[in-house]
């Protein structure tokens, strides 16, 4: 789910983005994004059961490929999932998860949804975007890599900085961020950093040319007064 997180990575003339459905597909990428879920414990199993699960495991232990969570995926990081309330599951369900992370996540029958400012710490660039999920995820001793402008933290990574997790979506719409982290996956290669952006990602536009074109062709007074605004 929530795969518009990676259209801006899409788009960049550096990046070659694919989606891996098999062990047999995953090859040895510079970077795996494991993405947000609508159900963590079934999909978790069609980690495992596709050889996926081992696959990543052992690319995590090669020093070289950098593993990130967005949301479930984040989840999917740690030691073990608990499901008290029957989220996911069977009330009282726990799973083992990938084990690369020191961390467990509780889901909550209360749905966390808000829009996110944050800074990621390593880079210090602003990052933006939403949170939407059920679960709480015990941070143990690992370092934040994402703080949001209230303090609170919203990424986890492990001490080299290699594998690391968020719950915060559309973390890639943010140019500098996107080309912070692109360059170091060039420079983990052995290829010179751009240092410079070279796509702008830029929603904001398109939402206003839509709305220019719903002004010009909808009468906008009358919906007001058929919704009781006016």
Same mark, same amino acid.
């Given at each position: 789910?929530?795969?518009?997180?990676?259209?801006?990575?899409?788009?960049?003339?550096?990046?070659?983005?694919?989606?891996?459905?098999?062990?047999?597909?995953?090859?040895?990428?510079?970077?795996?994004?494991? %993405? /947000? $879920?609508?159900?963590?414990?079934?999909? &978790?199993?069609? @980690?495992?059961?596709?050889?996926?699960?081992? +696959? *990543?495991?052992?690319?995590?232990?090669?020093?070289?490929?950098?593993?990130?969570?967005?949301?479930?995926?984040?989840?999917?990081?740690?030691?073990?999932?608990?499901?008290?309330?029957?989220?996911?599951?069977? %009330? /009282? $369900?726990?799973?083992?998860?990938?084990? &690369?992370?020191? @961390?467990?996540?509780?889901?909550?029958?209360? +749905? *966390?949804?808000?829009?996110?400012?944050?800074?990621?710490?390593?880079?210090?660039?602003?990052?933006?975007?939403?949170?939407?999920?059920?679960?709480?995820?015990?941070?143990?001793?690992?370092?934040?890599?994402?703080?949001?402008?209230?303090?609170?933290?919203?990424? &986890?990574?492990?001490?080299?900085?290699?594998?690391?997790?968020?719950?915060?979506?559309?973390?890639?719409?943010?140019?500098?961020?996107?080309?912070?982290?692109?360059?170091?996956?060039?420079?983990?290669?052995?290829?010179?950093?751009?240092?410079?952006?070279?796509?702008?990602?830029?929603?904001?536009?398109?939402?206003?040319?839509?709305?220019?074109?719903?002004?010009?062709?909808?009468?906008?007074?009358?919906?007001?007064?058929?919704?009781?605004?006016?």
């Amino acid at each position: 789910s929530n795969f518009t997180d990676f259209d801006p990575l899409a788009m960049e003339p550096d990046v070659c983005l694919k989606i891996v459905r098999s062990a047999e597909d995953l090859g040895g990428p510079d970077a795996i994004i494991l %993405p /947000g $879920s609508k159900n963590v414990m079934a999909d &978790l199993d069609y @980690l495992q059961k596709t050889g996926l699960a081992r +696959k *990543i495991a052992a690319l995590a232990a090669n020093g070289k490929t950098e593993i990130l969570g967005i949301c479930g995926g984040f989840q999917m990081l740690g030691r073990r999932i608990d499901d008290p309330a029957g989220i996911e599951s069977a %009330p /009282g $369900s726990t799973v083992n998860a990938l084990g &690369l992370m020191p @961390l467990a996540t509780r889901l909550m029958t209360e +749905k *966390i949804l808000k829009r996110v400012e944050a800074k990621h710490t390593p880079s210090g660039l602003d990052v933006y975007g939403y949170e939407i999920h059920h679960g709480l995820t015990d941070a143990g001793n690992l370092s934040d890599c994402f703080r949001t402008d209230s303090g609170e933290s919203i990424g &986890l990574a492990a001490e080299d900085g290699r594998i690391w997790g968020t719950y915060l979506h559309g973390l890639f719409d943010a140019d500098a961020f996107r080309r912070w982290w692109i360059d170091r996956l060039r420079m983990r290669r052995g290829l010179d950093a751009c240092g410079k952006i070279r796509f702008v990602y830029d929603l904001e536009p398109a939402f206003e040319r839509l709305a220019a074109c719903v002004r010009e062709n909808v009468d906008i007074k009358v919906i007001y007064q058929i919704m009781g605004l006016k």
